[in-house]
């Protein structure tokens, strides 16, 4: 499992920095965040939450079903919306909210 950060949607706010319970993630002059080694990665998904801009994707291998999908989580109201992308570039969204995600 691991993370992948796209340089080009990242707005260096740095709370996937300051979530990461590894401290595996940095920034870099800029402010962009960047992970040294994507092998370290414990794959917690606590980075993919807190990004509010969709810059961090989540490697779904073929270890855990995803035949190397990639996950993305966006925010829109109370709802937040996870985007599962194939490797043929097909798009499965789930809404999620967070405030009855728990109600059993």
Known sequence: MSIQIRDESCIGCGRCVEVCPGNLLKQDASG???IRHERDCWGCTSCIKACRSGAILFFLGADIGGGGSTLSVEK?????LWNITTPQGSIRQIAVNPKESNQY
């Open 32 to 34: 962009k965040a960047y």
């Open 76 to 80: 829109k109201g109370d709802l937040n």
